[in-house]
């Protein structure tokens, strides 16, 4: 009897080894990773970069399929800087950083107030899978479905979608000291619109940034609290 329960616990013991390994190892990877990113990217907000990253690892350890794209999004800076960062997580390079738009009613040269209500031409922060992408009324688009519940989750029935506007480019900014503003969607450039849609959609992440207070402490993707995420379908749809 004493030698099988050593036995038992000798066996454990070596499994929870392993899996503490494993887990040090992928912590070790992604460490690494997130460096790589960060020297891809000198001017963006380090700080920025390690929550996108981080909540990015918590959906996906939470059911979201892995993504080989992250795009993030710091609505805190002014809409004349370039605040658009898609990296490729598979290489760790930077593929692009451009203009992006917050909506109307967020702010006029900044950003400042969110929301996740339909008709509020409003801009939503948080969590975001980049869906199917199609053409509509503004040409080439992206479907973006809000993961986040209470945030950004009514994003598909307010129409919240990428696309291309002819108020996001530096023009604009030397006409009126910023870009246009959208009804809430993160408009870009024309001229780069089809390059943000083919690296982001089928699936990959978007995360839009903002120093809300009450979000960053209730955000289950920022504390990855699985308590928060439970019974939330973040498998991909469709």
Known sequence: MKNTRRSVLATVA????????????SASLDDQLLARLGQSAPKIDKQVLKTAFS???????????????????????????????????????LLLRDLVAHGRNSGNLESTEFSNVEGSHQS?????????????????????????????????????VIHG???????????????????????????????????????????KYFPDQQWLHSSGFLKCDNRTLAGKNLKKSG
């Not at 909540?55 to 059911?63: F, P």
């Not at 948080?126 to 994003?155: Q, T």
Request: proline letters at 3%; aromatic letters at 10%.
């Open 14 to 25: 070596l499994v929870l080894g392993f899996i503490w390994s494993a887990s040090a190892f």
């Open 55 to 93: 909540a990015s690892r918590c959906a996906i350890s939470n059911g979201v399929d892995m993504p080989d794209r992250l795009a993030v999004i710091d609505f805190s800076l002014p809409s004349t800087e370039e605040r658009l960062w898609i990296f490729d997580l598979n290489t760790g390079k």
């Open 124 to 160: 939503s922060i948080g969590l975001f899978r980049a869906s199917e992408s199609y053409y509509g009324k503004h040409g080439y688009s992206l479907r973006l479905d809000g993961l986040e519940p209470g945030i950004n989750d009514l994003a598909r029935q307010r129409a919240i």
């Open 165 to 207: 506007a002819d108020y996001v480019n530096e023009d604009w900014i030397h006409k009126y000291g910023r870009i246009g503003r959208s009804h809430g969607c993160p408009a870009v450039d024309n001229q780069v619109v089809r390059k943000v849609v083919d690296n982001l959609k089928g699936g990959q992440l978007v995360f």
